[in-house]
């Protein structure tokens, strides 16, 4: 799992897998910053956890092969990147699949500031989806979605807290869908059968 904050989702995933039958272990946690909740959520629960930062390395590839490096060093079968505010790269691409979770509804906007575009624009639904991740910025086929209202007067925060609270309960489910029973993608259409 890569994170970069909170770890609101994280806490969702770690919370879903103490249920056997649920199907998904959480190996490990990485981020690109210290510091941060999400790596205290994963210590408190005894998940092993790794920092690898972009300024450590020479170039942004050189950061890439390091983390798929490190993802790799745990073996998992399945890469979440919930809240990891990073573009991945070709290294960790080609190594693992990967599912993230975004705070719109793709491909309405994309990008960092998801929620306060939505917001600026003016739409009266957003929502968030898991998608896979390919090589662009939140373009990968898309897994599942759910949509909340923008009610008056929302701002930034209490919009994104509506999103999360039906970002988190989403995420699990497909994660643990995925860990259970894999995935065929043909075109950008995903099938959990
Ligand atoms: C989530 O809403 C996630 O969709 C968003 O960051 C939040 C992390 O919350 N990700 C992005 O904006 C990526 N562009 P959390 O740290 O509490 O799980």
Redo the contacts with the bound molecule.
Sequence with gaps: ML?S??????QALIDAAADPGYGVEVVAVGADRDGIQ?LERAERHGIPTFVCRVGDHPDRSGWDAALAAQLTAYDPDLVVS??F?KILGEAVLTAHTVVN???ALLPAFP??H?VADALAYGVRVTG?TAHLVDSGV?TGPILAQTAVPVEDGDTEESL?ER??SV?RPLLVDVVGRLARHGHTLTDRKVTIP
């Design positions: 994170v904050g909170t770890g609101s989702n994280l999400g919930a809240g505010m979770t975004h705070p990008g960092a998801a968030c939140d994104h999103i999360k970002e």
